[in-house]
């Protein structure tokens, strides 16, 4: 009866994954923004970061020395604490988690500071705070914590809640969401169902599985693939086919240039002056439906997209992940036309690896950052300035034989979206996001520069001879800034406006030909292969690509993003619901459904390109499989 109670002891391991669930938990929160729906999601996503922690930290109970164990659970609050904080940094700039590829694009990360400062805050030093009590616990040993050697009968019932755990967990998301591991094209759903630290695990067995899939492969897996691809084909534009013959071909990539900026005002200041004056134009289409189609890799993926008329990959940047496979290009294309054939960067040419993807690609010669003269004052946020960078490129552009093609890539407009004062032509915007803020002057900027650019290439007597495409690369602000994003757009930001802000602008400017017009065909960046070849007059039969040429009569009006959305002449599917196209309202499921099995089957072919490297085992010039080919000629 005198016996007094006492508090049960709590081991090191105990309290190390209570800190993690707990710091993983706000996480979610805090810095993903991830939705819930319902009561089921709000327990899976208390509960999913549990069975990964317990299996992961329960390693220590086999190491029979204290000190062993102690060493060991610090280090693991460390690393998995460091992994949710890049996470974290990752998924505030790029509105995503980090994939396995990513990981392997070292070498850009040197150019990444900037941006990587811009989105590390004072008080994501909270984070590690467990760590050092962890230290101040193992140091001083207060007596609320065991430091025993657990014995087998605990090992074991310890283990069998973990195991437990992680099936209990997987039950529940196979309910909520049927299919998760199999059919998902989204890795917030993953994170969301089965926790950050199982979806890296998943994502390690994607690549391992990716990987071992080109080994497998043979031209038989093409067979699908090009069948799909014949039935889908359209015939190209006759009133447009050849147009501008014989041009020189100059691409424009706008850097982070969304389609709202154009022909609108911030705080009574018109934002993009030139382009909107371009919309009008007598000599220039403008297409105010058109998408990007980029996931991770951004303008990497623009500029793969753009060469193949493939969609990239949903993990990584192609230009990494596979950038020796072999390819159809329309820089080859061009190559056998006469086209001298180029790329103009004021950057490192190893970013985004491009100095082997372009050699690859068939391009004749990459005008990197060594190639321009950087003086004092040019440079901002990525490298050069976009102004002096098309003055020093249009030098080059009057040393080329031609015709040529040259695909310019422009920087200034580049998160963190900063610029020097002198380049500031309006005012901030006032929401409470800074990156929204001067996101509208280094839009202001990039207009001014274009303007330039027209000018420089008049004066260098180039202009009369060249068609001139233009389009916005991928989105700059992310769902991230959705609250800003509502301030300035007056209206609730659904996923149905989401998919709708994935619209970049899109100008094909052909001087002497009377071919202005607002065109309002949806069409995407898969789709321009095609159309520019068509426009010169470069005929490419037997290219296996699943763009169409957005002029043709043909062309099917329908647009798949790569994680999964899309937009037809009817409706929108984004955030698994369908809307209708016209009033932004939902409508029933049923409507979409054929059209999501269309999209995810176009997909899931192309992923099959690329991870399988199907293409070598086409045939470009008889547009026939190489094993049918051999089997003939014996």
């Known amino acids: 009866m005198n016996k007094k109670w006492s508090m049960p002891k709590l081991s090191l391991v105990i309290i190390a994954i209570a800190f993690l669930w707990i710091k993983t938990y706000i996480s979610y929160y805090a810095s993903f923004s991830i939705e819930i729906e319902n009561a089921m999601q709000a327990f899976i996503l208390f509960i999913n970061p549990l069975s990964f922690l317990l299996l992961i930290f329960g390693l220590s109970l086999f190491f029979k020395k204290e000190k062993t164990r102690n060493i060991y659970v610090i280090s693991m609050s ?116 089965i926790g950050l630290n199982n979806y890296h695990i998943y994502d390690v067995y994607l690549q391992s599985k990716q990987s071992a899939q080109r080994a497998m492969a043979d031209s038989d897996a093409l067979v699908d693939v090009n069948n799909y691809v014949e039935a889908k084909e359209a015939d190209p534009s006759k009133d447009l086919s050849g147009i501008a013959k014989d041009r020189n071909l100059i691409v424009v990539k706008l850097e982070s240039l969304q389609n709202f900026v154009i022909n609108n005002e911030m705080n009574g200041e018109t934002i993009t002056p030139f382009l909107n004056s371009l919309t009008e134009d007598e000599n220039t289409i403008y297409m105010d439906n058109f998408y990007h189609q980029t996931e991770q890799g951004k303008t990497s993926d623009s500029e793969f997209i753009l060469d193949n008329s493939l969609y990239p ?17 329309m820089t080859d294309t061009l190559n056998d036309a006469g086209y001298f054939t180029n790329a103009m960067h004021a950057n490192n040419k190893s970013f985004w690896n491009r100095d082997v993807v372009y050699e690859n690609f068939g391009y004749d010669r990459f005008y990197s950052l060594t190639d321009y003269t950087v003086e004092e004052g040019q440079a901002v946020n990525w490298g050069m300035k976009d102004i002096p960078f098309f003055e020093q490129s249009v030098e080059h552009m009057k040393e080329m034989e031609q015709p040529f093609y040259s695909k310019m890539i422009t920087l200034t407009n580049h998160h963190p979206f900063t610029l020097d004062e002198e380049d500031k032509f309006i005012e901030e915007y006032d929401s409470n996001s800074g990156t929204l803020n001067r996101y509208f002057q280094t839009s202001r900027y990039l207009d001014e520069s274009i303007k330039e650019f027209f000018t420089y290439l008049k ?49 094909i400017h052909i001087p002497g ?110 547009g026939r499989l190489k094993t049918e080919q051999n089997s003939e000629e014996e």
């Open 78 to 193: 460390f690393v998995l604490t460091a992994m949710l904080f890049a996470n974290m940094v990752f998924y505030r700039f790029f509105n995503d988690f980090i994939t396995l590829p990513v990981l392997f694009q070292t070498n850009n990360f040197g150019d990444l500071g900037g941006s990587a400062l811009e989105n590390i805050y004072f008080t994501d030093a909270l984070y590690f705070l467990d760590i050092l009590i962890l230290i101040a616990i193992v140091k001083f040993k207060p007596a609320f914590v065991t430091h025993k050697e657990p014995t087998k009968l605990t090992r074991r019932a310890y283990f069998l809640v973990a195991i437990a755990t992680f099936f209990f967990n997987l039950g529940l998301a196979e309910i909520e969401r049927p299919q998760l591991l199999t059919r998902t094209f989204d890795r917030e759903m993953l994170v969301k169902n």
């Open 459 to 507: 004066d260098a007597g180039l202009y009369e001879n060249s068609i001139i495409v233009m389009y916005g690369d991928h989105y700059g602000i992310s769902e991230n800034h959705n609250a800003a994003m509502s301030q300035y757009l007056e209206k609730d930001i659904t996923p149905y406006e989401t998919a709708q802000l994935q619209r970049v602008p899109m100008f």
């Open 313 to 329: 990959l949903g993990r990584g940047a192609v230009f990494f992940t596979h950038s020796g496979n072999e390819y159809h290009t």
């Open 513 to 622: 030909e009377d071919v202005g017009q607002v065109n309002s065909k949806l069409a995407g960046q898969v789709d321009l292969k095609p159309t520019i070849l068509n426009l010169l007059g470069i005929e490419e039969e037997n290219s296996l690509q699943f763009g169409q040429d957005i002029f043709s009569e043909e062309n099917d009006n329908f647009v798949i993003l790569r994680d999964g959305r899309f937009i037809s002449e009817e409706f929108v599917y984004a955030g698994e619901t369908c809307y209708d196209r016209e009033t932004g309202e939902p409508v029933d499921i049923a409507g979409c459904e054929p059209l999501i099995e269309k999209a995810n089957e176009e997909l899931a072919y192309n992923d099959e390109i690329i991870y399988g490297d199907l293409l070598r085992f086409y045939d470009r010039e008889t």
